[in-house]
């Protein structure tokens, strides 16, 4: 069973510029989460999709990500315009049903903001 | 304010001896509780898991330990092998299905010496 896939694995960038995250979560898991993991500390939830609808945003900075799972499989995550702030991992994760707690992670984004 | 707390930034164990990891929670709605285990350059993956209604839960060399009253949990690793060098993330949710939500600790890093 392939994991959850995340592109691009690095990406460095200008302040204000624009950014994208891409994740393809395991087959099946109809729950994707997006977290954020900045430098020394645990994962922190951005927003969760149960299928294409986002069911929890409320950590989610909405002045400036944004994110989609249009089908309800492959989500993108973007940041526009990003700020030196941003610089952190940023790592996808899906879960299947009723078993939501057991999430499963792909290896995460590293962004650079310069 | 930090829901669940791994005080202890870091552990070195000798191999072939047992690691003691702890974490702590102030969330009594918390009903489920995660171990994770991190490699460099890698994603979290899950390593076992406690519901509130046990007090202990093993799989193999792993076995997490619940104190519900003191609002602690510890993951013991025996014996600890120098592959189990890792940050351990201790995670919590108030339940275990559809609709969870991590809460995460900052980890701790393990190191395991030959």
Known sequence: EAGVVQSPRYKIIEKKQPVAF?????SGHNTLYWYLQNLGQGPELLIRYENEEAVDDSQLPKDRFSAERLKGVDS???IQPAELGDSAVY???SSRGLAGAKQFFGPGTRLTVL | DQQVKQNSPSLSVQEGRISILNCDYTNSMFDYFLWYKKYPAE???FLISISSIKDKNEDGRFTVFL????KHLSLHIVPS???DSAVYFCAASENAGANS?????????LSVRP
């Open chain 2, 101 to 109: 939500k991590l809460t995460f600790g900052k980890g701790i890093t």
């Open chain 1, 76 to 78: 993108t995550l973007k």
């Open chain 1, 91 to 93: 790592l996808c994760a």
């Open chain 2, 67 to 70: 104190n519900k009253s003191a």
């Open chain 1, 22 to 26: 891409w994740c393809n979560p395991i």
């Open chain 2, 81 to 83: 092998q120098p592959g």
């Open chain 2, 43 to 45: 994603g979290p993956t």
